[in-house]
C-alpha cells in the first residue's frame, strides 16, 4: 500500500490515506468514510526535492486523492509550501528497521521516486534497515531497486528479498541463512542388520557401496521427523527416532553453504522394503559386519567414526542426544530441546 502524505506551508491541515488504527498516530481524528476525498486547485509555490540520491518530489498544480480507509488529520508545520509525498506503506522490525512487502503492480518510473521519497521518510525516522520483499510477478522492479542501492538478500520460489542500510556506518544485518541441514539414518533391526541403500545420483553413485538413509531437512522441520520421513520415503519403512548419535559440519559444501548433518539412529516399526524408483537403485537389511567392512567406509576417517559410535551404541557404551519437547521463552510454539536424557536420568 502507498500511503500519500500532504505538507503545507502555515498550520494547513494534512490528510493521510492508511489502514494504522487511530490509536497509532498523534493527529487530530476525523471518523472513517468511505467516500472519495479530493484535493483540488493546490497551488505549489516552491517543491523542495525528496530522495536519497536524485531528488524528487510529487508536485501539481490539481491534485485528487482517492481514499476508502479511515481518514486522518494531523497539523504539521512547514515554510510557506505545500507538498503531496507518497511513501510506501512498511511495517516496523525488531531491530529498528523496516519491511515493505509489495503486493501491487507498479511501473519502475513510478516507483522509484516514491521509494526515493520512502527512504528520505525513513530516515527521518532514524530508521536503519529497509527490507522490500518483492513477489515474482514484480520482477519488473528488480533491477530499479538495485540502482537505488539495495542488495539481494535471498531468494525462495515466490520472492526476492533485498535490503538497503540507511545510516552512514557498516551495516549490521543479519546475512542470509549460512547452513544446509541434512540427516543420516541408522536403523537396526533384532537380528543385527542395518538398513542401507545405494542410490542413483551423487557421488557414490555406480560405486557399489552401501550406505545409511540420508536427505535434506525441508524447512520447518524437525530433525527427528525428517529422519522418519527419509527412511520412509526411501526405503518404505516406518521408524521411531530415538536419539541423534553425531552431528558433522562442514563448509563450501552446497552453492558456498556449510552444511550440518545429524547422524541419527531409529527403531524400525516395519521391516518389509518398498525402495523409492526415483532416487534409490536397490535398499536391504545387511548385517551390520559386512556393512561396516566396506573398503570405502573404513578408508575415510569421518565414516569410520560414525561405524564405532553406531558399535558402541549397540554395546550400550554410548548415550547419544533423545529429542525432549519444551517451551521457549518468547513463542508460544513448542519444539525440541536434544539432551543425553540417560545421564539426565541418573541424577
Not at 527512504?119 to 522492479?141: C, D, F, R, T, Y
Not at 528488480?142 to 545510516?167: C, D, N, Q, S, T
Amino acid at each position: 500500500m502507498i500511503r500519500s502524505l500532504l505538507f503545507s506551508s502555515t498550520l494547513v491541515p494534512i490528510f493521510r490515506t492508511t489502514r494504522t488504527s487511530p490509536s497509532n498516530f498523534l493527529g487530530f481524528h476525523c471518523l472513517p468514510f468511505s467516500a472519495t476525498a479530493c484535493f483540488t486547485s493546490i497551488s505549489v509555490l516552491h517543491c523542495p526535492g525528496i530522495g536519497v540520491r536524485n531528488p524528487a518530489s510529487f508536485c501539481s498544480n490539481s491534485l485528487s486523492v482517492s481514499a476508502k480507509s479511515t481518514l486522518f488529520m494531523e497539523e504539521v508545520p512547514a515554510a510557506n509550501e505545500v507538498q503531496l509525498v507518497e511513501v510506501l506503506d512498511a511495517t516496523n522490525d525488531n531491530h529498528g528497521g523496516v519491511i515493505v512487502e509489495m503486493d501491487k503492480a507498479m511501473d519502475s518510473e513510478v516507483f522509484v521516486p516514491i521509494l526515493r521519497a520512502s527512504i528520505s521518510h525513513w530516515k527521518q525516522q532514524g530508521k536503519k534497515g529497509v527490507w522490500i520483499k518483492l513477489p515474482i510477478e514484480l520482477a519488473n522492479l528488480v533491477e530499479a531497486v538495485v540502482k537505488e542501492g539495495f542488495w539481494y538478500h535471498h531468494a525462495e520460489p515466490k520472492y526476492l528479498m533485498l535490503v538497503y542500510w540507511i545510516p552512514e556506518c557498516a551495516h549490521t544485518l543479519p546475512v542470509n541463512a549460512t547452513h544446509r541441514v541434512g540427516v543420516g539414518a541408522f536403523v537396526l533391526n533384532d537380528n543385527k542388520e542395518v538398513l542401507v541403500v545405494q542410490e542413483k545420483s551423487g557421488v557414490l553413485r555406480g560405486t557399489g557401496v552401501w550406505k545409511f538413509p540420508t536427505g535434506v531437512v525441508d524447512e520447518g522441520e524437525d530433525i527427528c521427523k525428517a529422519a522418519e520421513r527419509e527412511v520412509r520415503e526411501e526405503t518404505g519403512i516406518d521408524t521411531e527416532f530415538m536419539e541423534v548419535l553425531a552431528f558433522r559440519q562442514t563448509h563450501q559444501a552446497f552453492f558456498g553453504k556449510s552444511d550440518l548433518f545429524f547422524v541419527c539412529t531409529l527403531k524400525p516399526l516395519t521391516f518389509e522394503i518398498s525402495k523409492q524408483e526415483l532416487e534409490i537403485e536397490d535398499a536391504q537389511w545387511m548385517k551390520l559386519e559386512d556393512y561396516t567392512a566396506q573398503p570405502l567406509l573404513q578408508k575415510h576417517e569421518v565414516w569410520k567414526c560414525i561405524n564405532n559410535i553406531c558399535v558402541t551404541k549397540i554395546q550400550q557404551q554410548y548415550s547419544g542426544f533423545s529429542p525432549v519437547l519444551t517451551s521457549p521463552a518468547f513463542s508460544s510454539k513448542r519444539n525440541f530441546l536434544y539432551l543425553n536424557e540417560h545421564d539426565m536420568n541418573r541424577r
